[in-house]
Structure formats: C-alpha cells, structure tokens
C-alpha cells in the first residue's frame, strides 16, 4: 500500500493536485484581495484621479454637520436627503479635482504670501481690535475639524480656482445693442378692453330632467365615485409605547444631573466696555480719566485720538470673552469701576463692568422628573431597536402580523380608509400613531404597492408595519345617493356653459373686424378699459395676475379667450407703449451689470462643463450610496 502511494505522488496527476491546493490556500488567505481584482473602490474618477469613499464620506459628513447648524439641529435626514447630501459632496470634490488639475496644467498657483494676506482678510478670524486672532482661527479649526496644514490647502486651492474662474469671468458684459431691446421689453406697458364674463351672472337654467341628469352623472363619473379605500393592518412600535415599561432608579438620576450640571447653570454675565491703546502708557493716562466718570463717549474720542480704539463688549460670560486674561480681569472687577492696563498680542485693554446678571443654577430637586423622562425616554428607544430586530426576524418568518402585535406589545389596529385617513362612513380612521404622525403614516400606507412585502418602515411614527388585506377601487355611487350633488354639479355646469358660448361669439365677432367694446354693448355685457398697465404683478396694477401673460402675448389688434376659475375673459389689445431709452441711462446701466453677472455665470459654468467633459468624470452609483449611509 505504502510503495503505491508513493509511485501515485511521484506522477504529474498527484504533483498537479499539490499545488492546487496550495494554491487554494493561498487564496483563502488573501481572500479579499481576489475578491476585489478588477472592482474599482473609488466612489468617482476625475481624469484618472480617485476620489475615495473615506475621502467623499469626510466630505458628506462635514456638510450635514453645516446644514444642521444652520437649522440649529432641527433637521432629521432621511434617505432622499442623505443621498442629496452625498452627491453635492462627491460633485464639490470633483468640482476642486477640476479645477485643480486645470491649474496644474496651466501653471497657476497661490503664493505663500497671498496665502497669509487672504486669511488675514477673513473678518470671521478677526478680533475686538480688527486683527488676525490665532485664538479665533484655532476654534474654527476646531469647530470644522480641520488641521492648519488641511484648511491652507483647501485655501490654496480655493485660490488658484478664483484665478482661473476670473480669467474665465474677465470681459463678461451685455452688449448695449442687447440692453436696449430687452430693457424695452421689460418696461413695455399695454392697454386693453377687457370683458369678464362671471358663472354666477349666467341666468338660472332650470331644474335637469331624469335623463340628463342620468347622463351627466355617468359622464362624470370620477366625481361622484367614492375614493380609493385601503383595508389594512398597522402594527406599531415606538419609544412612547416602551416608556411605561422603563423603570429609572435614584441613583441614575443622579449620575445623569452630576454628568450634565452644566445644562443646569447659567453662568453669570458681565457687560463689559473696552477701550485697546497701543502702549502701555497712554493705556494709563485713559484708565485715570475713565476711573473719573467720564462718559463712555468721549473715552471712545479719546481712545481714537491715542490711536487705539473703545467697544462695547455686550453681556458676555467669561467663556465668551477671547482671552483669558482679559477675562479673569473682567470677572474680578467691582462693577463700575476701571480696570489697570492688561496686555495682550492685540496692545493694552482697559476695562469698565457697568452690569452683571448673576448666575443661577436649578438644583436636582427641581429637574428631577425631567432628568427621569429623559433617561426613560433614551432607554426606551435602545429597547424599540432591540425589539425592532426581534420583529424583523418574524416577519421574515412570515408570522401573523396580529401575533407579532400580541407578542411584543404593539399598538395595532385594523382600519378601511382613503387617503384622507377618512373610513367609508366619513369618520377618521383609528390608527395606533400619533395625530402628529397621522398624516405621513397614511401617505406611507398609499404609497405602498398592494402586494408589498410587510416589513418595518421608520419615520415620525417610529417603526410601522403595514399589512394591505385588499385594495378596493374607485366606485360610481348610484344617481340617488348624490342626486343633490349631482344636480348643483349640471346646473353649475350649464352657466359655465352658457358664458362660455357668449366668450365664444364675443371673440368670433371680434375677429370679424368688431371691435370687443361694441360686441360686448351689443351683447349685453360690460366692457372695461385698462391700461397702460406693466408686465409685472402688484404694485397697482389694475390687471389680474393670471390674465397679464396672455394680454402681453397678443399681437396688435389681437383678440383671445382665457378661461378662470369662475369666469371667462375676453381680451382685445389696444395699444402697447414703449419707454423712451434717452430717459432711461440709469435703468439701462443697471440692467447691463446685472446682465454682464449672469453673462459671467454662464461661462463659468460652461467651463466648468467643459473641464467635467475633457476629464471624463465617471461616479460608481454604488459607492454613492455608500457614502450617503443608505
């Protein structure tokens, strides 16, 4: 047996099948790298440039952060928004390789010195005396997350694109052969005869017959059909329904007030006038004369004559002010009285408290209960995620979705609505979520295919399950369930009518070399000059909103028809007067600056165009989503 092995080994089938499996192993301990031969992890190329999901999710992240301090947090991002978000990062990044590699290939670049000279400039980092502040610029690193080295690149950067993008923007300008004419256009001004025919004037048509009112009621069939009605079930969990069943010790309340005291204090604020003079010396003589109750004017006047400058600091705590020494001098001044010199990098500060608002704290006793909601309300949404897994798990099991109710304590209820949320009977529908959730919950529910798989769906409500049972469609109501309806409908309609015939041979007649004045005389109805009168709406102008854009589209002499929503118009052009250009030099300067700013932006944003064609920007739809978190 042994001597048979050993000749099988030493043939080509058994060396063959060796390194086979050396070489599985091989694979199995690389396994990811063979998995990723030929996929691409760059979320977009930019001429052969990646741009990596790392890169493009710091980028995302940074302007969601800038979105919801701007809304001062009140901004939940759902999918559409996450997704909005990730492609204006990955489009800013690949607008910067852009712009970028154009720089490189035309040699433009931002010199260290207008690199220093352009930040110095930024009033953000600027302090109390109108200078560079380190301590501002640092807390704005900071705030963004950015390093030193990071912010002067994006800045250099930023630059050398303002270079290429004022290249592109030089020389931009509306041409006054242009300026004219479309300034003509704009303050053109027209007059005309107007005739508006109400419905509510048309004369009362009668009482319908049986067999018209039989016709129009089949005729108009979708609007005496019930709604689309929706038979459903709603299965509902959320951190309100988990609360009841959180218990909070003492003992956590007091870890969480000691953890968060300082919610609970409001520091004290001081307002503090400062004066800021270049040496010390003339800081003193300012200091005397202020401790002389001299009013804060003229020490404004005398600071400036000392060629330094006096401010009013407002109410500020002593984390507000921007250097530390300036703020224990503050904090332990009496108030109304004056402080010695301090310096500083800016120069020498003197400083006058005039008002102090104490501090206060509330103390546990009275945030107790708060605190209790708090904790409860946290601990009770880790619960409806815990919990919202173990539903998952059975609805993928196909469980009833009334047992997964009953077992894990959800709100349910079974209900036949429309997209009102009203039942057939016309009363609300009863739904387990919130009246401030009603309305998205039942949009929800209509936008579901009727075959839709159940599963939890997140949103204001918390988590929704929602079992379609059955769709019934629009039905016609039968004519004596609606006769009223149906019979104010045909008569609303035959006055409609009737002034949409009399519209009509006021128009005919008008065309037929009448003018609208006589027709509508001879008709019955009342003529109305108007006019001249502008394009634009409001200010005084005499025309209807929905009735200016056709009026300015009618040629001399022209006539037209326009129905409203309770009438028919009829309108025939007077004259159109045209402004002067002689009188209108300010106008017509105007209008070719504001014409040569969008001549500007169109270029740049055809060169941007351009750049994007040349450098073949590609973006993986897949990595996008990735970046957007979905």
Do not use: C
């Amino acid at each position: 047996m042994m001597m048979w092995m050993r000749r099988l080994a030493g043939t080509w089938f058994a060396k063959a099948l060796f390194v086979l499996l050396i070489l599985s192993f091989a694979v199995w301990g690389i396994e990811d790298m063979v998995r990723n031969i030929g996929r691409d992890d760059a979320v977009a190329r930019v001429g052969g440039e990646a741009i990596e999901v790392g890169e493009a999710q710091e980028a995302a992240r940074r302007e969601l952060q800038r979105i919801t301090r701007a809304l001062q947090g009140g901004f939940e991002p759902d999918q559409r928004i996450r997704r909005a978000i990730a492609e204006q990062a990955v489009e800013g990044l690949v607008l910067d390789r852009l712009t970028r590699q154009e720089a490189a290939r035309l040699g433009v670049t931002a010199p260290d010195q207008a690199v220093r000279n352009y930040v110095f400039q930024i009033t953000g980092f600027q302090g109390p005396d109108g200078r560079f502040s380190r301590e501002m610029f640092n807390a704005f690193l900071r705030n963004n997350e950015l390093t030193e080295a990071g912010f002067l690149a994006l800045l250099r950067a930023d630059l050398a694109r303002q270079q290429i993008a004022g290249a592109v923007r030089a020389g931009a300008a509306l041409p006054e052969a242009a300026a004219r004419p479309l300034l003509g256009w704009q303050l053109e001004q027209r007059s005309v005869t107007l005739v508006e025919l109400p419905f509510a004037e048309a004369p009362d048509p009668g009482e319908p017959g049986e067999a018209q009112l039989a016709r129009f009621h089949e005729n108009n069939a979708a609007l005496f059909s019930t709604p689309e009605y929706r038979e459903v079930a709603v299965a509902v969990l959320n951190a309100e329904r988990m609360i009841a069943a959180v218990e909070v010790s003492e003992r956590e309340i007091e870890d969480a007030y000691a953890a968060h005291r300082s919610r609970y204090e409001t520091p004290e604020r001081r307002r503090v006038l400062q004066a800021l003079l270049p040496d010390e010396a003339r800081a003193r003589a300012l200091a005397g004369r202020w401790s002389a109750e001299t009013p804060f004017a003229e020490i404004e006047a005398a600071a400036r004559e000392a060629g330094g400058s006096a401010s009013d600091l407002g109410l500020s705590s002593a984390a507000d002010l921007p250097i530390p020494a300036l703020a224990q001098a503050a904090f332990a001044l009496v108030p109304g009285t004056v402080s010695a010199p301090i310096r500083s990098p800016f120069g020498w500060h003197v400083l006058r408290v005039t008002e102090v608002e104490p501090g206060m704290r509330r103390e546990l006793g009275e945030v107790r209960e708060e605190l209790r909601q708090e904790i409860a309300a946290e601990r009770a949404a880790d619960l409806a995620f815990e919990r919202a897994n173990r539903i998952e798990d059975a609805l993928a099991a196909r469980t009833p979705l009334e047992e997964i109710a009953r077992r894990y304590d959800l709100g349910f209820a079974t209900a036949t609505l429309d997209a009102r949320g009203l039942t057939p009977e016309g009363e609300p529908a009863t739904l387990p979520v919130a009246d401030a959730a009603r309305n998205a919950a039942i949009a929800r529910i209509f936008a579901l295919d009727r075959n839709a798989e159940i599963r939890l769906l997140e949103g204001p409500w918390g988590f929704m399950a929602v079992q379609i049972r059955e769709v019934i469609p629009p039905r016609l109501r039968p004519l004596e369930t609606v006769r009223a309806e149906v019979t104010a409908a045909w008569i609303a309609d035959q006055r409609r009518r009737h002034q949409e015939e009399r519209a009509a041979a006021l128009l005919a007649a008008t065309r037929a070399g009448q003018s609208l004045a006589a027709a509508a005389e001879a008709a019955g109805a009342r003529p109305e000059e108007l006019g001249p009168f502008p394009r634009s709406p409001g200010g005084g102008n005499p025309m209807p909103r929905d009735l200016l854009a056709p009026s300015f589209e009618l040629p001399a002499g022209g006539v037209t028809m326009v129905p409203r929503a309770q009438s028919f118009a009829v309108i025939q052009l007077l004259g159109v007067t045209r402004p002067e250009p002689p009188d209108l030099a300010e106008q017509l300067a105007a209008l070719r600056r504001e014409g040569a700013q969008a001549v500007a932006e169109d270029l740049e944003t055809q060169h941007q165009a351009a750049l994007r064609a040349r450098a073949d920007v590609r973006i993986n739809p897949r990595l996008l989503e990735r970046v957007a978190g979905n």
